[in-house]
């Protein structure tokens, strides 16, 4: 019965990695502009729509974990997200595309924390439980990894065969997630102290954590909005990439070298943070370095130039977050963390939400002056920050 436990790990680890495969990342704004003809607009219409779905949707999804049990969770995750991409590649339909991402969001909820608490649940059953972090640590860098091999893989598809065809394949991939799910085993502990808490209870106490504790909000402040603002990189730099001209065969390749970036500058950022004798002072260069990033972005043209800068925003910019980690968890109680981290995070998707349809229209009207908008609004947020280097 443990070796069985067991095995649960080595499956997640291919779970993860089938997963991480998205053979449309690389040319998601081509598939949903040339073949969806959708305007940007109506694509951030559609990302709005998702991010509401992913809270509507987390609280029935964790009910499906808790009274059917993980395994079964999992299982219809990984078969939702492989309608998802089904219903995409059927016709070009904005209604259509509404409900894939519905199942997309329903996919999403299932999986999140039921993922880990499966984990959890598995290595309990042999008294492993201390690799935990180990093991989600593992779980996550393999899904990097086949997002980064996926992403170029993708692109050839779009390039040599069709659009269509690079989501249409993603479908056939994620009904090998399901296989793998369906030879999970259900741990059976009868007890444990690992509980998984409500959306609107963990809403409710990540935020009386924030307005008791100032710094706590000081440093959420500082953290949202500049990331918040970073991230809209992650939906522009397609349409940036068609707009010098490059083509759509190189993009899968371009995002694999975002990712790669993104993997060496998680362990680069926390080693020049704790190097750095002002805090502030490194936190304030990081924002400098991107806004102008962002600024220089809005005037370059030039192929090479703009991959350099889309790198450096990747490189400062995405792994940003990881200066106030230490901050933020330094201020809360151990119990608490992962309920305020959880807060924190989803004010950050709220104001995404809330914003994504403004930038769809400034998209529509001008790529390069949302990059010179962006770069100011960085600059100004860096200017009236309240961090202090005792914080960090």
């Given amino acids: 019965m443990e070796r069985n436990y067991k095995s649960n790990i080595i499956k997640i680890y291919i779970f993860s990695f089938i997963l991480g495969i998205h053979t449309v990342r690389g040319v998601y704004i081509p598939f949903m502009t040339i073949w969806g003809g959708l305007s940007f607009f109506q694509i951030m219409i559609l990302q709005s729509y998702f991010t509401a779905m992913i809270v509507l949707l987390e609280i029935p999804s964790g009910a499906i974990a808790d009274f059917l049990g993980r395994k079964i969770a999992l299982l219809l995750s990984a078969a939702s997200v492989a309608c998802a991409a089904l219903t995409y590649s059927i016709i070009p339909n904005f209604i259509m595309f509404m409900l894939a991402e519905t199942l997309w969001a329903f996919g999403a909820a299932l999986s999140s924390g039921t993922n880990d608490t499966f984990v959890y649940f598995s290595l309990k059953s042999y008294n ?216 924190i995070n989803m004010f950050g998707s709220l104001i995404r939400a809330l914003i994504y349809p403004i930038v769809g229209l400034l998209v529509e009207w001008n790529v390069y002056s949302v990059f010179i908008m962006t770069g100011v609004l960085i600059i100004l947020f860096t200017i009236f920050t309240h961090s202090k280097s005792e914080y960090l």
């Fill in 128 to 343: 492993n439980e201390k690799n935990l972090s180990n093991v989600l640590g593992r779980s996550r860098t393999l899904n990097l990894v086949a997002l980064t091999i996926s992403a170029p893989i993708g692109s050839i598809i779009a390039y040599f065969i069709s659009l269509q065809f690079a989501m249409t394949s993603l479908a056939f991939i994620y009904v090998g997630a399901f296989l793998v799910a369906l030879t999970f085993r259900e741990p059976k502990i009868s007890s444990n102290n690992y509980q998984q808490e409500s959306y609107w209870r963990i809403i409710i106490s990540g935020f009386n954590e924030l307005r008791k504790n100032k710094i706590l909000r000081i440093l959420a402040f500082d953290w949202i909005p500049i990331n918040v603002l970073i991230f809209f990189l992650f939906w522009t730099y397609q349409v940036y990439l068609d707009a010098i001209l490059i083509p759509q065969l190189w993009f899968g390749f371009i995002l694999a070298g975002m990712n790669i970036v993104n993997a060496i500058f998680t362990s680069t950022i926390p080693f020049l943070l704790k190097k750095s004798k002002d805090k502030k002072r490194f936190l304030i260069s990081i924002n400098l370095i991107n806004g102008v990033a962002f600024l220089l972005l809005g005037v370059t043209t030039i192929i090479p130039l703009g991959i350099a800068i889309i790198l450096t925003i990747i490189a400062f910019g995405y792994t940003r977050y990881l200066i106030f980690v230490d901050g933020i968890n330094s201020q809360i109680e151990s119990e608490n963390r992962a309920t305020v981290l959880s807060t």
